[in-house]
Every structure is written in C-alpha cells, then in structure tokens.
C-alpha cells in the first residue's frame, strides 16, 4: 500500500518531465519534501551542452589519433546545439517506450543508432539546402552523400549508451527545489 502511495506522489504534478520518468525518481525518505522535476526547456539546455561538449572532445581526439596533434583544438557549430537539444530529448521518449517494452540494451542500442544517423541525415540534408553544412564525410569508404558515415557507427553506438545510461537517465533524477 504505501508503495502505490508512493508511486501515485511521484507522477502527480507536472507533464512537462518526460515519459518514463517515473521509474526514474529515486525514492524519497518518509517525510522528505520532494522538488519538481526538470521542465522541458531546461532538459534541451542539459542535452545541448551536452552534446557540443562530446562533439569537441571527440573532434579533438579523433584529429590527435589521424594527427597527432597535440592541441586537441576539438572544433562544432551551432547548428550543433538545437540538432543535440532535439536528438537526445527524443532519445529520452524513445528510451521510456523500449524501456516499457522490455527491450534489451543491445536492442535499445541498435535503435539508437539507427535513429542518429537518420538524425544525422535529416539535419545534414536541410543544413546543405541551406549551404550550412558543417561536416563533409565524403572522404570516408562508407558514406551517404557525405552527410553520414559507417565508420562512425561504433562512436556513436557508444555516445547512444551514455547517452541513455548516463545523460538522460541523470539528467530525469534531477529534482528542483524552491
């Protein structure tokens, strides 16, 4: 009873916290006062920053391992930061429905990644309309009109599992206190 009690207190309020996010809150001390989760926007900040910061440091070892160079001057665009805010945001729906469905993580992860480089894709293809591309793979074996590339599939299978073990997972535990 007081189970149910306590999982009826953790998803009333409000909507704007995500789907799935109830399994997420840790549970509260009897007689804590708990705080609201982290709204939508603020979720799309964490994700964005997130994001670009990934993106450099990958850039910046990826130049080290091709180059050697020692700057690790890691490099991103703006475009960057609504195209990660949005991703890892939909990631977070995407993860509570296979979640719900019971998926395991090797199927989770394989669902991920096919959704980046559909992301990837979608977002290369408008940015080159609009002559704002900024990454080019064409010089890679195995890529699509140089807007995505095979060889980055374990890279970003990986970043899918922080992503979803790590980002999202941390970034729903966060409650905001008055």
Same mark, same amino acid.
């Given at each position: 009873?007081?189970?149910?009690?306590?999982?009826?207190?953790?998803?009333?309020?409000?909507?704007?916290?995500?789907?799935?996010?109830?399994?997420?809150?840790?549970?509260?001390? +009897?007689? $804590?006062?708990?705080?609201? @989760?982290?709204? !939508?926007?603020?979720?799309?900040?964490?994700?964005? %920053?997130?994001?670009? /910061?990934?993106?450099?440091?990958?850039?910046?070892?990826?130049?080290?391992?091709?180059?050697?160079?020692?700057?690790?001057?890691? +490099?991103? $665009?703006?475009?960057?930061? @609504?195209?990660? !805010?949005?991703?890892?945001?939909?990631?977070?729906? %995407?993860?509570?429905? /296979?979640?719900?469905?019971?998926?395991?993580?090797?199927?989770?992860?394989?669902?991920?990644?096919?959704?980046?480089?559909?992301?990837?894709? $979608?977002?290369?293809?408008?940015?080159?309309?609009?002559?704002?591309?900024?990454?080019?793979?064409?010089?890679?074996?195995?890529?699509?009109?140089?807007?995505?590339?095979?060889?980055?599939?374990?890279?970003?299978?990986?970043?899918?599992?922080?992503?979803?073990?790590?980002?999202?997972?941390?970034?729903?535990?966060?409650?905001?206190?008055?």
């Amino acid at each position: 009873m007081e189970a149910r009690q306590l999982k009826a207190r953790r998803t009333q309020g409000s909507n704007d916290q995500g789907p799935g996010v109830e399994d997420e809150a840790p549970e509260e001390p +009897h007689g $804590s006062v708990s705080g609201r @989760p982290l709204s !939508a926007v603020v979720r799309l900040y964490v994700y964005a %920053l997130h994001g670009c /910061l990934c993106e450099v440091a990958f850039t910046a070892a990826w130049d080290w391992c091709s180059t050697q160079d020692r700057r690790l001057a890691g +490099h991103s $665009s703006l475009w960057a930061l @609504p195209m990660y !805010a949005t991703a890892i945001y939909l990631m977070e729906i %995407l993860r509570a429905r /296979l979640l719900a469905q019971h998926r395991p993580l090797p199927v989770r992860l394989m669902s991920y990644t096919v959704f980046i480089y559909l992301w990837e894709f $979608s977002w290369g293809a408008v940015l080159r309309l609009l002559g704002a591309c900024p990454w080019d793979y064409s010089g890679y074996r195995y890529n699509l009109g140089g807007l995505v590339t095979l060889e980055y599939a374990l890279p970003w299978t990986v970043a899918a599992f922080i992503a979803e073990q790590h980002v999202i997972r941390n970034t729903l535990r966060i409650k905001l206190h008055n």
